[in-house]
């Protein structure tokens, strides 16, 4: 190939990826669509992911009881179009290179059981850092690297690039279209403001799409706290240098919220609560109001919600069953730092009892661990399951395989001497477990 056209290649490469709209191959190095596996994989796939508890539960309408404990499944959980797609990838990735080293530049999901699979397939998963050349030191030319399905920062994929492995991107197309907002706030002047957790890898990824316009800027918000922050800098109230206190790790280098906060374009990362992502908008819009006037307003403020729909069905999945009410408990299943898995966990906390968990072996008969958003680590509770009747919702994170929600049900079962195979047509179990009356919640954590 001509240096010339090699340039080209390369340019039309980097001008692609850095948009989020590349749409086809542009060198046998980069992969995004598979390797045309699925009818190999699938059956794999199908075995190691699915579950005939949870397909019996569905049978039955979602809900289904044996021996006085009543299940009742959320309507929208666990694995998303974006998972599913990613984890088929890597399952193709390991056949199609059977004798090469490949990698993982992060957990491909917040998901262990899914993470382990993996490992156990001799895929290895690269540990964290925010410096490229410490992330990807192990790699080498010829090596394959699967770039999760929250994406990859943009100076993470040059410098893989520039390393001449072999890219499987699987990053989810509903992240491509925030990182197409993102540079549409950026062309135009606006300082991209994410809700979401800053040292996310989504997050990582989206704020650095900003920084490929000139004079591109971001700042990440966590929470309606964090943005009354940023309120109070936008009307007056504090000053630029004590808003950069709180948010030193949280921008784009050289931040000036004088400069900087002039002109805003909200987006979030797809995972987090939507009601908090929709205060987080109306909570600097009033702000901007205030300090602008109508007139201004609409020259200096964008906004789209950026959620993405897998993690939405699932939250106003949970939301119906919350309002359908009748529970005694509710199951949460997910990696514990898994964003929409704790979404997920703090709309239920504060209405019903909630053990959050993040894998079947959490429920350790009349024992479970648990996870409190908010807080560190794992609790351990007993007796957490009443005697008698007893009602429990069940719901899982986007990135939870139904074999993990079908075991969780299995183990539960397991404490009464039954089986899955006992589940039968709902009958009225009325809601009866008062002796498990305190919603585990760390409530000062949720806005
Ligand atoms: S949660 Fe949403 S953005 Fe993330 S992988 Fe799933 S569909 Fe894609």
């Known amino acids: 190939m001509s240096k010339v056209s090699a340039d080209m290649r390369e340019s039309k490469f980097w001008a692609n990826l850095q948009t989020g709209l590349y749409l086809g191959d542009v060198g046998q190095t980069y992969f995004q669509k598979g390797f045309g596996l699925k009818s190999e994989v699938g059956p794999v796939l199908a075995r190691t992911?699915?579950?005939?508890t949870v397909e019996r539960?569905?049978?039955f309408g979602y809900e289904a009881s044996a021996g006085g404990i009543h299940f009742k499944l959320a309507r929208e959980f666990g694995f998303c179009y974006g998972v599913d797609r990613a984890v088929d990838y890597a399952y193709q990735t390991r056949r199609q290179f059977p004798d090469r080293r490949v990698f993982l530049s992060g957990e491909i999901i917040h998901n262990?059981?899914?993470?382990?699979?993996?490992?156990d397939m001799g895929i290895q998963i690269l540990s964290e850092s925010k410096d490229p050349v410490e992330r990807f030191e192990e790699v080498t030319a010829g090596d394959v690297v699967i770039l999760p399905a929250f994406g990859v920062s943009?100076?993470?994929?040059?410098?893989?690039?520039?390393?001449?492995?072999?890219?499987?991107?699987?990053?989810?197309?509903?992240?491509?279209?925030?990182?197409?907002?993102v540079h549409y706030y950026a062309k135009d002047g606006y300082t991209v403001i994410i809700h979401g957790k800053h040292y996310h890898e989504e997050t990582r990824a989206t704020a650095s799409q900003a920084l490929t316009h000139d004079g591109g800027h971001y700042?990440?918000?966590?929470?309606?706290?964090?943005?009354?922050?940023?309120?109070?800098?936008?009307?007056g109230n504090i000053s630029g240098a004590e808003l950069m206190t709180h948010f030193a790790d949280a921008a784009s280098p050289n931040f000036d919220p004088d400069l900087h906060l002039q002109k805003i374009g909200l987006a979030n990362q797809t995972t987090m609560l939507m009601s908090e992502t929709l205060k987080v908008q109306e909570t600097l819009r009033k702000a901007m109001l205030d300090r602008h006037g109508a007139d201004g307003l609409e020259s200096r403020f964008r906004a789209f919600d950026t959620i993405c729909s897998a993690t939405q069905e699932r939250q106003d999945a949970v939301l119906d069953m919350l309002k359908d009410g009748g529970l005694d408990v509710m199951i949460v299943i997910?990696?514990?730092?898994?964003?929409?898995?704790?979404?997920?966990?703090?709309?239920?906390?504060?209405?019903?009892?909630?053990?959050?968990?993040?894998?079947?072996?959490c429920v350790e008969g009349a024992t479970i661990r648990h996870h409190i958003v908010g807080t560190a680590g794992e609790q351990t509770?007993?007796?957490?399951?009443?005697?008698?009747?007893?009602?429990?919702?069940?719901?899982?994170g986007a990135s939870t395989p139904d074999s993990v929600v079908g075991e969780t049900i299995e183990r539960i079962?397991?404490?009464?001497?039954?089986?899955?195979?006992?589940?039968?047509?709902?009958?009225?179990?009325?809601?009866?477990?008062s002796t498990v009356a305190t919603a585990l919640v760390d409530k000062t954590s949720y806005a």
Not at 155 to 164: D, N, R, Y
């Open 49 to 52: 992911y699915q579950s005939t």
């Open 57 to 59: 539960l569905k049978t």
């Open 112 to 119: 262990p059981d899914v993470n382990q699979r993996l490992r």
């Open 154 to 181: 943009v100076p993470e994929l040059k410098h893989l690039s520039s390393k001449q492995c072999v890219m499987v991107d699987t990053t989810c197309g509903s992240v491509l279209n925030v990182w197409k907002k």
């Open 219 to 235: 700042l990440c918000v966590r929470d309606v706290a964090e943005t009354e922050l940023v309120c109070n800098f936008i009307r």
């Open 334 to 361: 997910g990696g514990y730092n898994s964003s929409n898995t704790q979404a997920l966990a703090r709309m239920c906390a504060p209405r019903v009892t909630t053990y959050y968990i993040d894998s079947p072996g």
């Open 381 to 396: 509770t007993d007796g957490w399951l009443a005697d008698g009747p007893v009602r429990i919702g069940v719901t899982a």
């Open 413 to 433: 079962l397991a404490m009464r001497g039954l089986t899955a195979a006992e589940l039968t047509q709902p009958v009225q179990i009325a809601q009866g477990s």
